[in-house]
C-alpha cells in the first residue's frame, strides 16, 4: 500500500512540474508575441529590428535546457526563435522585403559580436574570491556550437522565409487580384516551410553526439509542433501589426 502512495505522490509532482512548464510557455508565446507588437506600435521597424537581434541572442542561450511540457521533451528558446519569424512576416507585409532581411542581417551581426564577446569572458584568470566563473563557464562553454549551429540555419531558414513569404504575396495576387488578401496564407505558407528547414537543421547541428538519437527526434517532433502552434498563433499578431502600420499612415496624410 505505502508503495503505491508513494507512486502516486510521484506522479502527482511530475504532473503538477509538466502544468507548471506549460502555463510558463503559453505565458511566454503571449509576452513575447505581446512586446513585438508594443515595439512596433512604440518604434516602429526599428523597435523590431531590436527585438529581432534580443531574441536571436537569447533564444541561443536558453536553448541550452531542456524540459518537457505538454508530453515532449523539448528545448527552451523554441517561441523567442519563433518570435524572430513574426518580426520578418510583419516586415515583410508592412514595410517591405528590403527592411525583412535587414532585419536578418542585424540579428546575424548582433549573434556574432556576442559570440566573440561572450568566449572572451572565458578566457579571463578570475580573482581569488570570484564565485560566478565555473557558472560562467558551464553556460557559455557550449554556447559557441549553439550559436554557429543557430547562424547557419538562422541565415538559410529566415532568408528562405522571406522569399517565400513574397513567392505567395505575388501567387495570390496574381491568381486573385488583391493585394491585401491572403495574409493568414502567406504568413503560415511561409513559416510552417521554412521552420521545418530550421528545426531540421538546428537539432541535427546542435545537438548531434550530445543527445541519443531517440532525445534528438524527441527534440525535432517538440519543436516543429510548438513552431506548429506558434505559427497559427502569430497570424492574428501580423494582422494587428499591419492595422498599426496603416493607422499610422492614416494619421500621417
Known amino acids: 500500500m505505502s508503495g503505491w502512495i508513494f507512486l502516486s505522490i ?16 503559453i505565458g511566454s508565446v503571449v509576452l513575447i508575441f505581446g512586446t513585438v507588437i508594443l515595439a512596433y506600435k512604440l518604434f516602429g521597424k526599428t523597435g ?9 541572442v537569447l533564444a ?7 524540459v518537457k511540457a505538454f508530453g515532449m521533451e523539448q528545448t527552451l528558446g523554441n517561441v523567442l526563435f519563433a518570435s524572430t519569424f513574426l518580426i520578418t512576416d510583419i516586415l515583410s ?10 532585419a536578418v542581417t542585424m540579428s546575424i551581426f548582433v549573434s556574432v559580436f556576442f559570440l566573440l564577446l561572450s568566449q572572451s569572458w572565458l578566457l579571463y584568470v578570475p ?34 522565409d522571406v522569399w517565400l513569404y513574397h513567392k505567395w504575396w505575388a501567387f495570390t495576387e496574381k491568381r486573385f487580384g488583391d493585394k491585401r488578401k491572403f495574409l493568414w ?26 543527445y541519443d538519437l531517440k532525445t534528438i527526434g524527441s527534440i525535432f517532433i517538440s519543436s ?9 498563433l502569430d497570424t492574428p499578431f501580423v494582422y494587428l501589426a499591419r492595422h498599426i502600420h496603416d493607422k499610422k499612415i492614416k494619421e500621417n496624410l
Open 127 to 160: 580573482s581569488a574570491g570570484d564565485t560566478m566563473m565555473p557558472s560562467i563557464k558551464a553556460v557559455f562553454s557550449n554556447t559557441p556550437r549553439m550559436i554557429l549551429a543557430s547562424l547557419v540555419v538562422y541565415v538559410v531558414s529566415q532568408f528562405f
Open 60 to 66: 541561443n542561450i536558453e536553448v541550452i535546457i531542456l
Open 185 to 210: 496564407l502567406r504568413n503560415n505558407g511561409s513559416t510552417l516551410v521554412s521552420q521545418i528547414i530550421n528545426t531540421l537543421l538546428f537539432t541535427l547541428f546542435a545537438f548531434w553526439g550530445t
Open 48 to 56: 523590431l529590428f531590436c527585438v529581432s537581434a534580443i531574441a536571436t
Open 224 to 232: 516543429y509542433v510548438i513552431y506548429v502552434v506558434t505559427s497559427l
Open 93 to 102: 507585409e508592412c514595410e517591405g522585403r528590403k527592411e525583412a532581411n535587414k
Open 10 to 25: 510521484i506522479l502527482i509532482l511530475e504532473l503538477e512540474t509538466e502544468i507548471m512548464n506549460e502555463l510558463l510557455l
